[in-house]
T-cell receptor
Framework: EAQVTQNPRYLITVTGKKLTVTCSQNMNHEYMSWYRQDPGLGLRQIYYSMNVEVTDKGDVPEGYKVSRKEKRNFPLILESPSPNQTSLYFC????????????FGQGTRLTVV | KQEVTQIPAALSVPEGENLVLNCSFTDSAIYNLQWFRQDPGKGLTSLLLIQSSQREQTSGRLNASLDKSSGRSTLYIAASQPGDSATYLCAVTHTGTASKLTFGTGTRLQVTL
C-alpha cells in the first residue's frame, strides 16, 4: 500500500530534550516536506526537500532541522524543543516538485512541557 | 502573498443533501489546486487534484471545479452521508512559491442522520 508513515504518532516531551520525528514514504517520491498545523493558523510549511541531499527552509523553519540522506526518509529534528513547538506535525510527499498529488502522513501530535 | 479562504468555516446538513464547499484564492498564478479531507486524529487524505489548465475533476460523489481567473474552486458532494463528516481543506501551489502548498483554514462538515 502506498503510504507516508510518521513515527511516533503522539509524543510528550520536556523542554530542551532533543527529539526526532521520522517520516518514510514507499512511493519513490522525489519531493518531501514537513508542515505544522496550529489552531487559527492552519498548515504551514517547515522544511522541504526536492531530492536526496537537497533541502530548504519553508515558512517556519526556526527551531527545526531536517536531513535527506535517502530518498524514502525525511526526519524532522528538534534539537532543543520549546513549548511553542507544541503542534500537530505532518510529513508529505509527491512524485515531483509540482503538478503532482501530495500524500500526507497520519500526523504526529507533539506536546512540549 | 497568496491567501486561501474557505467559507463557511462550519456546515451541518442532513444526510442525503447535496452540498457545495467553497475555496477562494487571491492570486490566480497557480500550478494546481488540491482538495483534502481531514478526520480527527488522522492525517490528510487527498480527494481531488485539479491542474491549472483543467476546469473540473470528478471522483465518485465528489466533483471539484476550478475557475482560475476568478480565484475560486468549489467542491460538490452529492447525496451526503454521515461518513462524509470531516474537515475539508483546499490548497494551492502558487507559481511563485512552488515549493509548498498554501492551505485554506478548512470547512468543518457534519452530516446528520
Amino acid at each position: 500500500e502506498a503510504q507516508v508513515t510518521q513515527n511516533p504518532r503522539y509524543l510528550i516531551t520536556v523542554t530542551g530534550k532533543k527529539l526526532t520525528v521520522t517520516c518514510s514514504q514507499n512511493m519513490n517520491h522525489e519531493y518531501m516536506s514537513w508542515y505544522r498545523q496550529d489552531p487559527g493558523l492552519g498548515l504551514r510549511q517547515i522544511y522541504y526537500s526536492m531530492n536526496v541531499e537537497v533541502t530548504d527552509k519553508g515558512d517556519v523553519p526556526e527551531g527545526y532541522k531536517v536531513s535527506r540522506k535517502e530518498k524514502r526518509n525525511f526526519p524532522l529534528i528538534l534539537e532543543s524543543p520549546s513549548p511553542n513547538q507544541t503542534s500537530l506535525y505532518f510529513c508529505a510527499s509527491s512524485a515531483q516538485f509540482v503538478h503532482t498529488e501530495a500524500f500526507f502522513g497520519q500526523g504526529t501530535r507533539l506536546t512540549v512541557v | 502573498k497568496q491567501e486561501v479562504t474557505q467559507i463557511p468555516a462550519a456546515l451541518s446538513v442532513p444526510e442525503g443533501e447535496n452540498l457545495v464547499l467553497n475555496c477562494s484564492f487571491t492570486d490566480s498564478a497557480i500550478y494546481n489546486l488540491q482538495w483534502f479531507r481531514q478526520d480527527p486524529g488522522k492525517g490528510l487524505t487527498s480527494l481531488l487534484l485539479i491542474q491549472s489548465s483543467q476546469r473540473e475533476q470528478t471522483s465518485g460523489r465528489l466533483n471539484a471545479s476550478l475557475d482560475k481567473s476568478s480565484g475560486r474552486s468549489t467542491l460538490y458532494i452529492a447525496a451526503s452521508q454521515p461518513g462524509d463528516s470531516a474537515t475539508y481543506l483546499c490548497a494551492v501551489t502558487h507559481t511563485g512559491t512552488a515549493s509548498k502548498l498554501t492551505f485554506g483554514t478548512g470547512t468543518r462538515l457534519q452530516v446528520t442522520l
